[in-house]
């Protein structure tokens, strides 16, 4: 029987002493009563409270066979960890953070004059076909490279140079593209962008910027070199290579083309409304997923967006 019922039965029973009154002497009755009202209090008193926890229990009800704190069962569930790229990509920003980059982060989805116009891509322009990306039925664009993000930039740290300093910005963000996947190509990855303006911003301060960032990330001494490169919003554009550390599996011999870079094109300072005749800077983009490859001699770039846990638990 529960605590409620109990209460209920005693009240009952109570309620019976009450017809005593009449057979007791007149001078009797009143001491009776008033004992018999104090205990029909309490009785009632009694009854609410045990109504009140069980409702209270029905909120949320107490299992004292629940476990408590962290036995056995809880430490045998895998806990997840942090997605490789994730963390390189932590450690780029930081790298460039540390020589004085601000970090800000790229959208995932942007618009035609941000994917073209605002990097001097006019319409029917030719080199928009190597941009092959996805588009929402809205007429958004998953943008195809981390680019895009390059006159918000400009446009939100104009100030600084108008200040007597300088723009230094890179921008890590998640890219698409309309690719056939295979082992080095996939419709998801990772670049970062990287812009540096100022009065007399110069390509050899880029090659030393570029230089210093892959010797930092892999930790070695590196050979570099570029060749010549065509992107609508740099002029004179470049590709950049390192020579593949031995430490890394290099034989000495092969040159890894690490990012696409340049001066940037005066169009492009001018849509952003910074004046070309003063102002000059250097622009670079690059691969994340390629980068960190290379750091642990991944071969096949599908893995990163495969979600195999046999894959993430390595790291
Ligand atoms: N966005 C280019 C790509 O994905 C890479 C690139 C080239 C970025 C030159 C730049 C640049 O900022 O100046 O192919």
Known sequence: MSDID????????????????????????KDFGIKLNKKREELNRKLQEAIDSAEAGEVSPIDITAPTGINQDVKS??????????????????????MGFNVIEAQQLDDEYHMFESLNFPEGHPARDGYDTFRTEEGFIPPAHTSTMQHRALKRFKSDLENGGQIAVVIPGRVFRNEDVDATHEHTFYQCEGIFVSKDATLGQALGVMKKFFETYYGQELNIKTQPGYFPFTEPSLEFLIEKPKSLGGKGDGWLEMLGM????????????IDPTIYKGFAWGGGIDRLVMLKYGLTDVRYFESGKLEFLEEF
């Open 77 to 98: 569930i895998p806990r997840g960890t942090r997605h490789p790229l994730m963390t390189e990509l932590d450690k780029v920003a930081e790298i460039y953070n540390k």
């Open 262 to 273: 340049g001066m940037i094109h005066p169009n492009v300072l001018k849509m952003a409304g």
């Open 6 to 29: 109990k209460i209920k039965q005693e009240l009952k029973k109570l309620n019976l002493e009450y017809a005593k009154i009449k057979d007791l002497a007149p001078e009797e009755r």
